[in-house]
């Protein structure tokens, strides 16, 4: 069962249909250009099973929050991105009968996503019951050239008949979403006409729950312009066309006689702008006619080649070439092109949600997977700016962030970022997660820190970054208590990275990157006092900060914290009390009850040990540089076999850490969980939506993991070794100044500086320079950590 | 704000009109005869805020389950008991102007809730816009001797012009639910007719949602069928009048012409049957008419009198007589009055649920608060039967609380009793209640050792206790596991009756009344064992019961468990780590503040220190006889500070604590919390329903409480000592086969031993033994306890 897609070092190719799929090979086959996205939903009429998917960035629906038993605390709403006007139909009736791909005998499937070029294509032909076949064949684009137009060619022969065909090609704003709270839809309709061309604006309803509480209600308004050409056998054609028009829907008809083996091509071309970039009515309208004659100026096979290009300098800096295994090339392929598709860092204004634009789920909108799994793949792969706009938007979030901890109970500026948000407020609703899963506050801080360490530029503190670290160690200052027993400040109640646990105390990860904030916070006060002493005024009488005091509170808790420590074992524990557990390994668990989140009762799995996702684990890959080896490879043996990685972000981080400490089997064991997440379908929902954000951890266990790629004393490091299963891999890296290519194979490595300046660095931890142009080549090293620690038996 | 009602012995009395009070007075003026109830609405149209509301007993819909976030384990849906047709209205038309409560002035209201007779009497004197007034006078009632039978004498008068009536006698089915989870309206019309009686059927909609499923959805039929008999100036008429029918309502229309002063008297008879007690259709409707035929045939004031004497009954044996002190005594008859109106115990199918049949809130479904707060009292004051039934309910839910563990992962008969059930299926859809406040087990538990304590009845194990024991301590025993570190069992992730703490480890509570249930359960085997062989062996038999293995591991944990302590400050623990958060008395809390629940955020009650509701205390009450007197007054003194009594059930127990270390004029401070909690609206939210569980607790803190009353070497044992501010109060007890009247003021305790049979019994410890008809005269004592521990600054 599921869907299998064939191994191609650059596409992903379904060779069979089978409609019951359909909505699997919706999110594998989707598209997207950082502004908008849409699934692989058929241009064609489907009766089948389907989640119809059309996103466009920022725009979103407050949609009421729905609970079982409210919390005080709670927000107001849940934001989602909304299924958007779906703007791809072309809809076929052949003599009269619907050509409905659910219903009509496909032969010769074949559906085609071609990562190096950005397109989707599809060609099969379609026999009726009467036997009458017609071959189609069509190509979609979201174009990266320019980022509000999509483009179809659609080609359609009778190849046994004479057809009369009526095709009509559709804008429909009368989507809604699966997962609306209340079964609402949440577009209304406020223009629609077919002057200079077919277009509808949209807006999405005032949610009149929020203006009756004397909030204001977000609002949207979109444009979705379409023009056609259409050509017959090659020969443009100029055909008298009908217009139909239905609330929030418009359709243009045509009708064609075809004779046997002529085949009609119809360009599509398709202008969406949205409200989140042109405030007033009359620029979006505009702004979409004017696309729409470039792209018919243009042509279709011209945007495509400009889009084509667009992509081609995308791969230039982020690809990843592996030797020896067609399966894995694919699929760290398939990453990289679905985060290259999901965020551009064009705009400030917008983020990565866990499934992009490719389904409903957590609705589009920010989680800390941002911070955590994404910005290091933008980092090495873009233009600086890209991962410093992922920094602003939190930036800008500020204000925001602190209503919501002052909503909570907190004050003096204190900050607390929220678990899911698109516009800074606080959406998530259930209170374990909303209210308790607080290490992503220390997510926010460690990503200024990582991106200061990456591009070496400490001065963004002084223009953004302090003011986010003063106020998430405020937060963490009045969310510690001091536990007179233990004579130490505690952290009560919380839920870790690891969700199968809730409302624990002291769990080690938030203790430590708590003190970690505070700690890299006193020293970037001290470097922004030190040379930008303006700046830090300024950042002082803004936040009303008192210096003394409360550095001196922050220093009393650096040094008074509490960590959960066993001394039998030797090993961090996760929460305090964990070993209260019965501890055995996730490899008893028997296969039929795996995953444990769709066999066990939510009780059972939160009673059990087994760790959903990297949670010490995740500290010691944070915080590496503090800890010594054999204590990280101590507590990767006592903790990866009591995680059962079912969170997609769980893996990766874990195999970086198996490589790290020399464990190159397990490392490349727990890479398979996370390269071909969704190609595979491992965890068997696929249909819902891609898992985006963990492609940037995919990336990672490649680059920081096999790759050894670390910053150190500074300098960019390697430590690479290629797995066994493979002859060699390579990647680019975009550091600061430097492009550089890393190639290993089983014998060598070698690193291209491809940059007009010499670059210093490590490999396996001894230091090189390499001049403009030239390259390091040195024998590959395979790290091999002495013990193996056995915890438990197998 | 809110409603104030006047001190009276006997009456609550609102002697002012307040439309936008309405919703509040709808509860108070409850009224109930355990198989149905209805809020205080008014028989007139009313226009104003309300919250309509009628109950038949048993009568629910599955309701699907709403919540954010799915959590494997949750049940399909809560099972609510659903407003059923409203039977009540009589509204006038005046010269063709609607005569709306809510739009006309009032003058000279009064409504007065008769607790002696149990009715509900309303007059006033409305002025219309243009001068002309009506007197109006209603009596409405639930007759305790036929409990489906209702009825209404509501009389008019126009005083100072002739008025033309239209009168509109009626049954409304197309009520709904305010708190319908999904919006819908739950009810379907099957039958409308006007012969033999005007009548309607209806019948709860099927939950497709669970057909869908392939589960049965439960479906109630329900017979409403009413009569009328007219009377001007006394003189029975004969009056011809119109039908009219919609969907689910049926309305007979009077027409009068009344002269000025002339009085209309109207009587509408009503009865209500309903398939929980009849099994099909003809039934149903033929023991509707036929209570109409007795109705009819006994009139008004027969039938009031009938229903008066089953009242007189009622308080014969549980009446609480206060001198001294009005308010109190009219809020302990209150108290009384509710708790016999919600259950009569005269049926095993029906349970009492938290506001009884006066609100919607808790969905009229079973609570632990039957066992743990409701039960003495009907042990103590209604024939053995009712409190039998109570725990026969229980009895027969087994299976299904088997099934519920089961659903949770645990087996071999092992049982979980429901948090919340109507039908032994658990509806709370809570993660940190449904799956962990699991103490409700216990309390099941509890409540049979406490049944045949009161009555001397251990022969109840072998009929029906020891099969729920075995279930339940088979639970206990596989929720338990072996922590290493702690060398203890220990239990973690529960709930313990204080709900402001969730998901802790060891909630001393939990952990002591698990082995306390394996202790009974070992008894209780050994006594059927020994008294009940052939019951032993069809238990055994019946639960595959394995007693040398089991009974083992019960005494293990039994020896093993960990219980949270600390030796420092000499107290028992609430759970693991309380002291880790930081400890200051709920008198800092700023009294703006309070409750927190209404102004604190969920995560910030969670990590305070505050209590709810007994938790420590609970246990101390519940297992008194296992502690010495200086350990529950050490725990009183460090809990009580801390505890915020936001539960309608904490006081209570609190004040109960009190009483039994002496601390007088705390248990009184603690009582005057429960004892007119909804009269005096103390929680603002009265509106929503009255706290009826809770009144058993408030029962209990003035028998048990300041009347000391135990079970003490199988006798009765009283301590009584009377509130400072009261002369004296004296309470009934239905003891065994004994009546007993305690009356105690400041100098003297009598106790009347009103039965036939000698009586040996305890009075301050000391034994007594009282002749049939004879008292037994004593000083009055006050145990004092030696020292007021003060752990924290006033």
Redesign the interface.
């Known amino acids: 069962m599921g869907i299998k897609v064939k191994h191609h070092p650059w596409n992903i190719i379904q060779d069979f249909w089978d409609p019951d799929l359909q909505e699997d090979a919706e999110a594998i086959f989707s598209l997207g250009n950082g502004k908008m996205g849409h699934r692989g939903n058929l241009e064609e009429y489907f009766s089948g099973p389907t989640l119809q998917g059309t996103y466009i960035a920022g725009v979103y629906y407050p949609d009421k929050?729905?609970?079982?038993?409210w919390?005080?605390?709670?927000p107001d709403y849940f934001a989602k991105i909304i299924n958007a006007p779906d703007w791809r139909g072309v809809k076929t009736t052949v003599n009269g009968v619907k050509l409905d791909l659910a219903k009509v005998k496909i032969i010769d499937f074949e559906r085609v996503l071609d990562m190096k070029q950005g397109f989707l294509s599809k060609s099969f032909i379609a026999e009726l019951n009467n036997g009458q076949r017609l071959k189609i064949h069509s190509i979609r684009f979201l174009s990266m050239a320019n980022d509000e137009i999509g483009a179809i060619k659609y080609e359609i022969t009778p190849l046994n008949f004479g057809a009369d065909l009526q095709i009509i090609l559709d804008i429909d704003g009368d989507v809604k979403n699966r997962d609306a709270n209340y079964g609402e839809k949440f577009w209304e309709e406020v223009e629609i006409d077919i002057e200079p061309f077919p277009y509808l604006i949209t807006r999405t309803k005032k949610a009149e729950f929020l203006e009756k509480k004397g909030k204001k209600s977000p609002q949207f308004y979109v444009c979705n312009a379409f023009d056609t050409q259409i050509f017959i056998d090659n020969l443009q054609q100029t055909v008298i066309s009908e217009f139909k028009t239905q609330p929030k829907y418009i359709a243009q008809i045509y009708n064609f006689k075809l004779k046997q083996n002529q085949t009609l091509t119809i360009y599509k071309y398709v202008s969406v702008t949205s409200s989140v970039f042109y405030k007033d009515l009359e620029q979006l309208r505009c702004k979409a006619f004017e696309n729409l004659d470039i792209a018919l100026g243009l042509g279709f096979d011209e945007l495509l080649k400009q889009h084509i290009q667009a992509w081609d300098e995308k791969w230039k800096q982020s690809d990843i070439v592996i030797q020896g295994d067609v399966a894995a090339q694919q699929g760290i392929r398939f990453n990289i092109f679905q985060l290259n598709q999901t965020y551009t860092g064009k705009y400030k204004n917008l983020n990565i949600g866990p499934k992009g634009f490719t389904g409903e789920k957590y609705g589009g909108v920010t989680y800390w997977d941002t911070e955590a799994f994404c910005l290091p793949f933008y980092l090495s792969t873009a233009p600086r700016e890209v991962a410093r706009n992922l920094l602003i938007y939190r930036y800008n979030h500020l204000p925001k962030a602190i209503e919501n901890a002052q909503?909570?109970?907190f004050s003096g500026g204190a900050a607390l970022y929220p678990m899911v948000t698109i516009n800074g407020e606080e959406c998530h609703?259930?209170?374990?997660i909303t209210?308790?899963e607080i290490h992503r506050n220390g997510a926010i801080a460690y990503a200024i820190y990582n991106y200061i360490r990456y591009n070496d530029e400490p001065q963004y503190l002084a223009q953004y970054g302090l003011e986010v670290l003063i106020a998430i160690s405020r937060f963490w200052a009045q969310r510690v208590?001091?536990?007179?027993?233990?004579k130490k400040y505690?952290i009560?109640?919380v839920t870790g990275p690891n969700e199968y646990e809730?409302?624990?105390?002291n769990n080690w990860y938030t203790n430590y990157i708590a003190t970690w904030t505070l700690r890299y916070t006193l020293e970037s006060i001290n470097y922004v006092k030190q040379n930008f002493g303006d700046d830090y005024k300024r950042i002082v009488q803004k936040t009303n900060f008192d210096e003394e005091t409360e550095t001196l509170h922050w220093r009393h808790i650096i040094e008074n914290m509490y960590y959960p420590y066993?001394e039998n074992l030797n090993i961090i524990l996760q929460q305090?009390?964990y070993?209260?557990?019965?501890?055995v390994p996730a490899s008893k668990i028997p296969e039929n009850q795996r995953p444990i989140?769709?066999?066990?009762?939510?009780?059972?799995?939160?009673?059990s040990c087994y760790i959903k996702q990297a949670d010490v684990i995740q500290g010691l890959f944070f915080f590496e540089h503090e800890f010594d080896l054999e204590t990280i490879a101590r507590n990767f043996y006592f903790y990866e076999p009591l995680t059962v990685h079912e969170s997609s972000l769980s893996p990766s981080i874990y195999s970086i850490v198996a490589s790290k400490i020399g464990d190159e089997q397990k490392a490349y064991e727990l890479y398979l969980r996370t390269a071909r997440l969704d190609l595979d379908d491992y965890n068997k929902e696929v249909r819902e939506g891609l898992h985006i954000t963990s492609m940037g951890g995919t990336w990672m266990s490649l680059t920081y993991g096999f790759g050894g790629m670390r910053i150190k004393n500074n300098r960019i490091a390697f430590s690479p070794f290629v797995p066994q299963k493979w002859q060699s891999f390579s990647f680019k890296i975009n550091f600061r100044n430097w492009l550089l290519k890393i190639y290993v194979d089983k014998k060598s490595v070698l690193i291209d500086n491809l940059s007009d300046e010499p670059i210093d660095l490590y490999l396996y931890d001894k230091p090189y320079t390499i001049k403009p142009h030239d390259s390091l080549r040195a024998k590959a090293q395979h790290v091999k950590h002495k013990t193996q620690l056995a915890f438990f038996d197998k």
């Open positions: 929050t729905r609970v079982g038993w919390k005080n605390g709670y909503k909570l109970g609703n259930e209170w374990e209210f308790e208590n001091w536990s007179k027993p233990k505690v009560l109640g809730n409302n624990v105390n066993d305090e009390g070993l209260d557990k019965e501890i989140n769709q066999h066990w009762s939510w009780d059972r799995i939160l009673r």
